[in-house]
């Protein structure tokens, strides 16, 4: 059985994260997600606009999904390291350096393979921070 694990913070759930977490499921047999935590939120985009148990909640009944957790504040690799993926599917917007992550699995003895998913929508509303941007101007 070959595990995905997909990682963000979905904020406010839209069709682009679904499109993402629907092309990571094709990846494998089970797609588990880790979700962001409200102080890594905070440290990435300074500030939280949803709770993060709210927004595991709302992960968790996405059909694609077969298992979300929270990820570790202090520690982004824990939860890799107790799911060991085959494979770690990163959305086209995802900052993460591709070789960075590759070599802190290496690291941690962790053979996932690193796809970056080159599926997106082009769309008005294609991202958390149009959304706000959109209702901002309402």
């Known amino acids: 059985m070959k ?16 499109l993402f ?13 880790i979700v ?3 102080n890594t939120v905070k440290r990435i985009k300074g500030k939280i606009l949803i709770p993060e148990k ?5 992960i968790k009944a996405v059909k694609y999904v077969d298992n979300a957790v929270l990820g570790d504040d ?3 690799f824990k939860p890799i390291e107790k799911i060991r993926p085959d494979i770690i ?14 070599g ?3 690291k941690r003895n962790l053979k996932a393979k690193v796809v970056r998913i080159k599926k997106h929508l082009n769309s008005e ?4 921070q149009k959304i706000i941007q959109r209702i901002k101007v309402l």
């Not at 599917?89 to 590759?102: P, T, V, W, Y």
């Open 125 to 128: 509303l294609n991202s958390t």
């Open 104 to 106: 802190e699995l290496k």
């Open 21 to 33: 977490l629907k092309e990571a499921k094709k990846l494998g047999d089970r797609l588990m997600v």
């Open 74 to 76: 202090k520690n982004i």
């Open 54 to 58: 709210q927004r595991l909640e709302v």
């Open 89 to 102: 599917a990163l959305g086209k917007n995802q900052e993460i350096d591709e070789d960075f992550l590759r």
């Open 36 to 38: 962001a935590r409200d």
């Open 3 to 18: 595990k995905v694990v997909a990682t963000g913070v979905f904020g406010i759930l839209h069709p682009g994260h679904l």
